[in-house]
């Protein structure tokens, strides 16, 4: 699927596609009587949507669409309309999910080329002409993904590809901008739909070498400095809890550095650390057989900072950044990790290994120490960390943790723009007592059932040192199988939660 900016002097145009998108929006929610505004579009347009609405054929939901054949109006053959709701809403997010409406209208009507009219689609956004594009741009590309390249091409579902939509700009809106918002919104959606695919590939073809691998390549080309560590450097750089989790699986846990310079070297960066678990078995406390196979997302933490990394460095944003994802396996060979086990960190503590299915926490303390050791501006964890997370807060909210106020603020305005829903979750001092030795200064469960995602927390944050502000964001809910919550994201599958938002708060990081 292409997505081109095409300037015209005027809407109506002789155009090849012969189908036109319009957008409308509501202005009255009186469902007895319900109006429906459509600037920049021509009259008989808006004609057939209030007989539409008079006959009670449409109504201007959100996201509803109406397809016209054959209507021989502006110089088109047929017509679709998408509404965006109530005109008081309207914001990025809801052209996001108009365009992904139109995908599926598009696909499922079999076109393969269509005029947009940009001016109806900006008509809310004068002011924001380039983050509305984008939202767009986004919009369709990201309903667009499907990862059916293991199914062979007979037995694939059958696709119409769209080949070409065109924004169709007349005089009244500015081309530059939409150009740079095409170009924003193609990156972005680029990127998650690469971690959605990472997420999506299952652990005998990702395993951590693999993840690495994946890595450097998708960095070819940018400005991304990206390192690999193998076994024998992780367990040099005395990174205990990645080397321990790792040795239960013959295939070596990683430990995979991307660095990114976009501003004065003197500039502290922003840090991403990611949770790479590429097959969460459980270890020796092993997990049920019920839906284990969706445990190889347990590396979509990992991948989701990468894509990040990808898009702030595609994007040239004017920051440092750098992302750490320690890689592993969680498997239950000969020389796993025991229940009772002790394993010093790469910080010098050493931590009981109650269960070894807590592992996530175990890669990442040693990631996150090294991060501190950086010295960078903030650190933000993306991980599927805990089952408890998901109890809570289901696929609605992402829960993230942090005690710095300030990147609470940061965080709740980027994620906003970003479309994504995230809640803030306790962390506190009781929370850490919790997780205190028994024979070691930690162990990695709490002696309690509940508050497992704060407990989690907790853990980590015995590894925040040099007073960095941290978030922790648990996306074990939102990480994949959102169901039919966003019209962008698949039902079934990674959804590359987040990366919208750490790439919102890297724009705005100062
Ligand atoms: N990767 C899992 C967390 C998880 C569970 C994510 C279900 C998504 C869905 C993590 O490694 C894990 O196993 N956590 C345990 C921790 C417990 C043993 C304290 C959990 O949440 O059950
Ligand atoms: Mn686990
Ligand atoms: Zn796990």
Redesign the pocket.
Known sequence: MDIQVKKVTQIPTKSKAQTLIEFCFRTSSDPKNIKVSTPHVAKEVSNLINSALKEEHFCADPNETLLFRNANIEGYKHLIIVSLGDGNKIGEESLRRACAALEKVLVKNKIKEVDLNCDSLLSKFPKKVIEATSAAVEGFYLADYEFDKFINVETRQKKHPIKLINLVCSAKTKTALVQKGLESGKIISECINFARALGDTPGNLLPPEELGNETIKAAKGTKLKVSVWDVAKIKKEKMGGLYGVGKGSDQGPRFITMEYKGAAASKKPICFVGKG?TF?A?GI?L?PAMAMD??K??MCGGANVIATMLAIAKLGLKINAIAYVPASE?MLGPSANKPGDILTARSGKTVEVL?T????RLILMDALDYACEQKPAAIIDAA?????I?VALHNVYTGFFTKDKGLKDKIEKAALVAGERVWHMPIHDEHARDMKGRHADLQ???NHRGA?SST?AAFLEQFIKNDIPWAHFDI??T?WDLGDRYNYCPSKGASGVMIRTFVEIAKTFK
């Not at 299915?357 to 996530?360: L, N």
């Not at 599927?384 to 408890?388: F, I, Q, S």
């Open positions: 678990l969460d459980g406390s997990k969706e445990m997302y347990d969680n269960n299915d807590a592992e996530g599927t960390l805990t089952g408890a998901v990695n469960i709490s497992g989690a074990a809910g990480a």
